[in-house]
């Protein structure tokens, strides 16, 4: 099946500063990225969709000037957290999909972040 | 938001059949049905997914209602490799996925 990478797989960072969170597609192209964070013992949770060349489209209650999104080829899509908190302490987890009509999805490992 | 059913959690035995329930009421004609699952501390992974006729793959099964306003999927033999958990979700016309709590799977030796 399709694959998708994420890199960092795991970050720690101090509070106030960003992170980037990088997305590709590795073998095929991905038209749309979806962007989703995941807090423990609970389900995913979507933040915003991206499309390439595109603005993203953020779910409601996302701060979008928070959650940086970039998708800027059909391989790569970018979550930056701004000014990250303690709260934002999180996985994070990307998905590709690809041209099917049943809009599947291929997901990423996801990335664990701590923000002390 | 589109809205499926399914129990919190389920057992079974290793090398057992194993029947996982999903409701889906709300569904319309058009709305493909899938299913993920999630091991501990990975990203989903795509099991499989159908329309209206059951569909089989190297995976699972899953079997769709003549209504279509429930599905179950199916796996065969289970493995402890199976634990993991299990979200039945389709999509009302648009291309998110919008995850429900799942089933937590377990599987005993």
């Known amino acids: 099946g399709a694959v998708v990478s994420q890199h960092p797989s795991r970050v720690i960072c101090k509070s106030g500063t960003s992170v980037k969170i990088e997305c590709r597609s590795l073998d095929f192209q991905a038209t749309t990225m979806f962007w989703y964070r995941q807090f423990p013992k609970q389900s995913l949770m979507l933040m915003a969709t991206s499309n390439e060349g595109s603005k993203a489209t953020y779910e409601q209650g996302v701060e979008k000037d928070k959650f940086l999104i970039n998708h800027a080829s059909l391989t790569l899509s970018t979550l930056t957290v701004t000014s990250a908190h303690p709260e934002d302490s999180s996985f994070y987890i990307c998905?590709?999909?690809?041209?099917?009509?049943?809009?599947?999805?291929?997901f990423g490992p996801g990335t664990r972040l701590t923000v002390t | 938001d589109a809205k499926t059913t399914q129990p919190n959690s389920m057992e079974s035995n290793e090398e057992e059949p194993v029947h996982l329930p999903c409701n889906h009421s709300?569904?319309?004609?058009?709305?493909?049905i899938h299913w993920y699952r999630q091991l501990p501390s990975q990203g989903p992974e795509y099991v499989i997914h159908?329309?209206?006729s059951n569909v089989n793959n190297r995976m699972a099964s899953l079997a769709i209602a003549e209504d279509r306003k429930s599905s179950t999927l199916i796996l065969h033999r289970a493995t402890l490799r199976d634990a993991a958990v299990y979200y039945c979700i389709f999509l009302q016309g648009a291309q998110k996925l919008v995850f429900g709590q799942g089933t937590r799977l377990t599987i005993n030796p």
């Open positions: 159908g329309l209206t």
């Open positions: 998905s590709a999909q690809g041209t099917s009509f049943s809009y599947e999805q291929y």
């Open positions: 709300t569904i319309s004609g058009t709305d493909y």
